[in-house]
C-alpha cells in the first residue's frame, strides 16, 4: 500500500466544478460504470488485478495492477523467491489511449526502473522491464491470477458526497482477503490508501501503522447490498490522508454524485428563499451557478463598504484548503437585486479568472467596491463581464 496525491482525480470522477488547474499530459476518460463479480472487465474500467510471471522468463515475481479508470495506474510488485513475497516495489503510472501503459517503479521511494506494456488483453500481460538508467532492459510476461468472486465484493465504488466524494475499488478476492484501492477527497484536501483488508463474511478490516508509529490506520468495510459502508477508527494522519480528508461514508454502486446546490432559508443561507436562488440561478447559468455552489462550501457574512451606495448583505465564500483558486462573493438585498463574483478556470487558456455577473442593467460592467477589495486577494486574476 501506499499514498500518492492525484489532485486532477476529482475532476474526473464527478466532473464538479472544481477550479483546481489540472494537471498536463494526463488522460480524461470518464470513469465507466463499475463491474462485480464475473462481469467482463475492459482496460477503461476501475479495477484491482493479480497477475504472476517472470522477468526475462528467469526472476519471478507477483505483480498487483490499480487502474483508477481516468488514465492513472498503480500498484506494485515484490520478486518471489522460495514463496516469500517481501520488499513491495511501488508503481505508478499511466494508461494511454491506445491502452499502452507505462509504470514507473519506486524501491523504498527512490526511482528504480519502469514497466511499458499494453493492456488491451487483460489475462496477460507483456511488455518490457528496464532499470533506472535504461542501461538494462528486459522482456516480462505475466498471466493473471483468476479469482471467484461469489460475494460480489470485487469493483468500483462512490461516495457520491457533492463536497466530499470518494473511489473505493476492491478486488482480489479470497476466503481471508481482500485487496483495496481508497481515494477521497474533502475540500482541497485528499488522500490515497491501498492495501489488504482480512475478510470475514460480509466485513473486511484493515490495520496498518505505515503513516504513524504513535497510532494505527484502521478501516473497517461493512457490505450491505449494493453499498459499503466505510468506517475510519483512527485519525486522518494514521491512513496518509490530507488535514480533512477522511474514509467514512457510505459508498454506493453506481456513480450518481449529489447536485451542487446553494441553500436557503436556513441560519447561514445567502438566500431567504428558493424564489430568489433559483432566480440567480437563471441569471449567471448552469456552469457558473454550480461554481458558485462548489466555492461557497465555507460561508461568512461581511460588511459592506460605505462607497456601495445601495443596501445589500454580503457573504464571502471558500473552500478549505483552496484559498484564492476557489473562493466567490455575493452581495443581495431583499429584492432580489444582486452583484456576485467567482472564481472560475479557463481551460481554454490555461489560467484563472473571475465572473462577475449581476441582474442590475446599469451596472453589468461597474464592480461594486466591495467586490474590488475581495479581489484584491486575487490582483491577477481576469475580470470576465
Known amino acids: 500500500m501506499r499514498k500518492i496525491l492525484f489532485f486532477l482525480t476529482l475532476s474526473f470522477l464527478f466532473s464538479f466544478c472544481k477550479n483546481e488547474k489540472p494537471k498536463k499530459d494526463k488522460p480524461t476518460s470518464s470513469i465507466s460504470k463499475p463491474n462485480h463479480a464475473q462481469s467482463l472487465v475492459a482496460p477503461t474500467d476501475a479495477f484491482i488485478k493479480k497477475y504472476e510471471g ?75 522491464w528496464s532499470n533506472e538508467d535504461s542501461t538494462q532492459s528486459m522482456p516480462f510476461l505475466l498471466h493473471e491470477v483468476p479469482t471467484m468472486d461469489n460475494t460480489g465484493w470485487s469493483g468500483a465504488w462512490y461516495r457520491n458526497s457533492a463536497y466530499s466524494p470518494g473511489m473505493l475499488i476492491l478486488g482480489n478476492v479470497s476466503d481471508k482477503t481482500i485487496d483495496f484501492a481508497l481515494e477521497v477527497f474533502n475540500g482541497g484536501h485528499s488522500g490515497v490508501l491501498e492495501g489488504t483488508a482480512n475478510l470475514n463474511g460480509g466485513v473486511a478490516t484493515f490495520k496498518n501503522s505505515m503513516f504513524d508509529e504513535e497510532e494505527i ?61 433559483d432566480s440567480f440561478k437563471n441569471v449567471v447559468g448552469k456552469g457558473n451557478y454550480e461554481s458558485y455552489a462548489f466555492n461557497f462550501q465555507s460561508i461568512s457574512k461581511i460588511p459592506k463598504d460605505k462607497k456601495d451606495k445601495f443596501n445589500a448583505n454580503v457573504f464571502v465564500g471558500s473552500v478549505a484548503g483552496l484559498a484564492t483558486t476557489n473562493e466567490a462573493i455575493i452581495m443581495i438585498n431583499e429584492k432580489g437585486e444582486f452583484w456576485s463574483a467567482t472564481i472560475i478556470y479557463d481551460q481554454m487558456q490555461d489560467r484563472f479568472k473571475v465572473k462577475y455577473h449581476t441582474n442590475i442593467l446599469k451596472d453589468k460592467e461597474k464592480i461594486p467596491v466591495t467586490i474590488e477589495q475581495w479581489m484584491d486577494g486575487f490582483p491577477e486574476f481576469e475580470v470576465v463581464f
Open 54 to 128: 517472470k522477468i526475462d522468463n528467469q526472476y519471478p515475481i507477483e505483480f498487483v495492477l490499480i487502474n483508477w479508470s481516468n488514465g492513472v495506474l498503480g500498484g506494485y510488485y515484490c520478486y518471489d523467491e522460495k514463496g516469500k513475497r517481501d520488499n513491495k516495489i511501488e508503481l505508478s503510472g499511466e494508461l494511454h489511449l491506445n491502452e499502452t501503459f507505462v509504470l514507473d517503479e519506486f524501491s523504498n521511494d527512490n526511482f528504480s526502473g519502469k514497466f511499458m506494456g499494453s493492456l488491451s488483453e487483460l489475462t496477460t500481460i507483456s511488455g518490457i
Open 217 to 277: 490506520c484502521e478501516l473497517i468495510f461493512q457490505k450491505h447490498k449494493n453499498q459499503i459502508r466505510v468506517v475510519q477508527n483512527s485519525n486522518n494522519w494514521a491512513c496518509g490522508f490530507g488535514m480533512r480528508a477522511h474514509a467514512n461514508g457510505k459508498y454506493d454502486s453506481q456513480l450518481a454524485p449529489e447536485k451542487l446546490e446553494l441553500s436557503y432559508g436556513e441560519e447561514f443561507s445567502i438566500f431567504p428563499n428558493q424564489q430568489l436562488r
